[in-house]
């Protein structure tokens, strides 16, 4: 199957149709579903710029998929805005995170204008970026799927706040934890917790990638930190500390992780593994969305 076609039907049609299909109990979901929708059109667009897609395939891809999505968001920022609960979708801090390249597209797209040529990263076609772009497909691809880390982003990005005050008042054994990241069934909280670990894996693994890229010297200097940019930036949305509720539920998981792992090892007579555990989960994010410390007041 060709990588383009894979990539349509494993990520932008499951999204898509999670937006169409969603029911009345999904409703504070939709923003965030909103911007995984969005992440895979920016995918879409860095994969058309490097030459992973076939531009004019890719162009159809998004004609098709994108047309209708942006004129479904041109409603839905209406309704926000007519429902009176808080800003319009298009100013909210949600969508604001988005980088400013993105927020262009999106504008382009409500306006039925958009082109998968404009706002391109400055890395160009690159034959040798091809597979290591595809490496990242593939991890982006499972980080999207999986349901813990689904949780963990709408918990401390989404979640009212009665709803997350209930939920994280909850009991979590290491045991519930250790079987949510392996069995993706778990409590509400458990699941939150294991998102963040899977979350620290995918940057893990991200990181690597991008190492590999670097050390390879596939690109010059300068492209090299233009791309790794542009992969962060898609992303940046889904730690957005800037919001002063995500920061303090991001904190709470990361602590109450750490803690967990701190005791378990303990208990098993690692503690010299404590400290090398804790900073693996921590240096993960740290290095990939280039986070700064959290104060939580």
């Known amino acids: ?18 937006l169409m299909n969603h029911s009345r109990k999904d409703e504070s979901e939709l923003p965030m579903m909103t911007l995984l ?31 209708p999505f942006f004129k479904w968001l041109d409603s839905y920022n209406r309704a926000t805005e007519q429902a009176r609960i808080g800003p319009p979708f298009l100013e909210s801090a949600s969508y604001l995170s988005l980088p400013e390249f993105a927020r262009v597209l999106v504008r382009k797209g409500i306006n039925q204008n958009l082109s998968l040529d404009d706002q391109p990263s ?16 593939i991890l982006y ?7 813990a880390v689904r949780r963990f982003l709408y ?21 519930d934890l250790f079987k949510a990241v392996e069995s993706e069934e778990a409590s509400p909280v458990a699941m939150v917790l294991a998102g ?16 590999n890229i670097e050390g390879l010297g596939i690109l010059d200097r300068p492209r090299f930190f233009e791309f790794k940019d542009r992969v962060r930036s898609m992303q940046a949305w889904r730690l957005n500390l800037s919001s002063g509720a995500t920061a303090k539920r991001f904190e709470q998981v990361r602590e109450r992780v750490s803690d967990m792992i ?36």
């Not at 963040?196 to 190492?211: G, I, K, P, Q, S």
């Not at 007579?269 to 986070?291: G, I, P, W």
């Open 262 to 297: 701190a005791r378990e090892l303990t208990n098993l007579k690692l503690k010299d593994e404590v400290e090398r555990a804790q900073r693996l989960l921590e240096k993960s994010l740290n290095l990939l969305f280039d986070l700064e410390p959290v104060t939580v007041q």
């Open 196 to 211: 963040y670990m899977r979350f620290c894996e995918y940057a893990r693994n991200t990181n690597d990638v991008l190492d």
């Open 37 to 67: 929708t969005i992440e895979a059109l920016l995918w879409l667009h860095l994969g058309v710029e490097l030459g992973a897609f076939p531009r004019r395939t890719g162009e159809d891809v998004s004609r098709f998929y994108y047309a």
């Open 141 to 147: 691809s499972l980080l999207r799927r999986d349901a």
């Open 1 to 18: 199957m060709h990588r383009l076609q894979e990539f349509t039907i494993g990520a932008i049609v499951p999204e898509w149709d999670k």
């Open 155 to 175: 918990g401390i990005g989404f979640q009212s706040p009665d709803e997350w005050r209930e939920q994280w008042s909850r009991a979590c054994t290491a045991e």
């Open 122 to 137: 400055g890395v160009g076609e690159r034959n040798g970026m091809i597979a290591p772009f595809q490496s990242l497909l």
